[in-house]
């Protein structure tokens, strides 16, 4: 009975884990798509063409980091065995390509 007590408690902890690491991922997400959209809201309301261009490498840079962390979710979501990500997609929209 033991055995099976702490085999039990074992599950228990690593869904845990699992649930808490696809949380950290959300939340590195929403992060990085926060600072994206930020860097955005700066770009279009730059007019110096030089300072223009400096904002514009900066949200690409964020645009990016959110990609990645977005596939990092994908990754996660995949290794708990969630094969759809339509919910992904909405709720964490990509941040679109500027110029």
Known sequence: MKRREGFEKLEEEIAREKAAALGRAGE?????????????????AEVDPER???RLRAYEDARRRAEFARMMLLVQREAIGLRHH???DQQFPEPPRRS
């Open 86 to 88: 339509r919910v992904v």
């Open 52 to 54: 223009r261009r400096a």
């Open 28 to 44: 590195r997400l929403d992060a990085a798509l926060e600072e994206a959209r930020a860097l955005g809201e700066a770009l279009d």
